[in-house]
């Protein structure tokens, strides 16, 4: 049992497991909490080496904190925002007490694909834009992170006051590693899980932000058409963090989507392969 990761229960209910972004921690949902606590049981996590997990010394790798958090979590849907999706995603695939998977702006893969090995993926960034993140961390650290919070909320409807929550989040639980933000950068240049989306056994939903410019909705869109009764839904004026400025769709969604999944149980039995 790893007892430096940090994992905050709040409310009653059915279990939902809330993974953050890069360089956040688990606080950046409280506008969910607030809509969602008192019919779950939402377990907030703090990744290693953000928020109050800072000192927690796991690896931020996909394994290494899938296993952490499995260890110290329920039987849950599981909730992924951005970075967090890849480890949600990565769960789904390998263990059974996932129940559900929903994506915030997330997909199995960050960066483009230009389809040389024919499985193009055209609907994402260009690697160069976690490369560039990654050079300017050590150059201007408050300076780098704080374009990023604007790259979350660029174009959003509500970017303004988006924008002004991320900042108010960012260090609200003391800053995150250096060693994580790098580790977590090369995580979205490098992570394809693309294969692990037809295998998937339990329903997904894959809520997109229109304005997003950092996960297109048409990827978003490719990722749920991969997965077996993946579903796909838009907020129309939202950007990266559409959970912030639009909180309300996005609880009535997962809302939905965890009411819908507790109807439908895994398929199969014992551990995913």
Do not use: K
Not at 78 to 95: E, P, V, Y
Not at 139 to 147: A, G, I, N, V
Not at 244 to 260: K, N
Request: proline share 7%; glycine share 10%; aromatic share 6%.
């Amino acid at each position: 049992m790893n007892e430096g990761l940090h994992i905050e229960v709040v409310g009653s209910g059915p279990a939902l497991v809330l993974l953050h972004g890069w360089a956040m921690h688990g606080g950046v949902f409280a506008p969910l909490v607030a809509r969602l606590r008192d019919r779950y049981t939402l377990h907030l996590i703090d990744l290693p080496g953000h928020g109050h997990s800072r000192d927690d010394d796991t690896p931020l790798a996909l394994e290494a904190c899938v296993d952490a958090i499995l260890a110290r979590t329920p039987p849950a849907l599981w909730i992924g925002w951005s970075l967090g999706g890849l480890f949600a995603l990565h769960a789904a695939a390998m263990s059974s007490q996932v129940r559900g998977l929903a994506m915030i702006c997330a997909t199995p893969r960050f960066v483009i694909d230009d389809g040389v090995a024919g499985r193009p993926w055209p609907h994402a960034v260009a690697p160069q834009v976690f490369t560039q993140f990654a050079a300017d961390l050590e150059d201007d650290y408050r300076s780098t992170l704080d374009r990023f919070l604007v790259l979350d909320t660029i174009g959003a409807e509500h970017g303004r006051e988006e924008l002004r929550t991320l900042r108010q989040q960012l260090f609200a639980r003391g800053e995150p590693a250096p060693r994580v933000l790098q580790q977590g950068l090369s995580l979205l240049e490098e992570t394809d899980l693309r294969d692990a989306l037809p295998g998937l056994r339990v329903p997904s939903l894959w809520i997109a932000g229109r304005r997003d410019r950092l996960v297109p909705p048409a990827g978003m869109r490719a990722a749920a058409a991969l997965a077996p009764g993946g579903e796909y839904m838009e907020i129309a004026g939202g950007g990266h963090a559409p959970f912030l400025g639009h909180a309300d769709e996005v609880a009535a969604a997962i809302d939905e989507f965890a009411s819908a999944s507790s109807r439908h149980p895994r398929e199969g039995g014992g551990e995913a392969p």
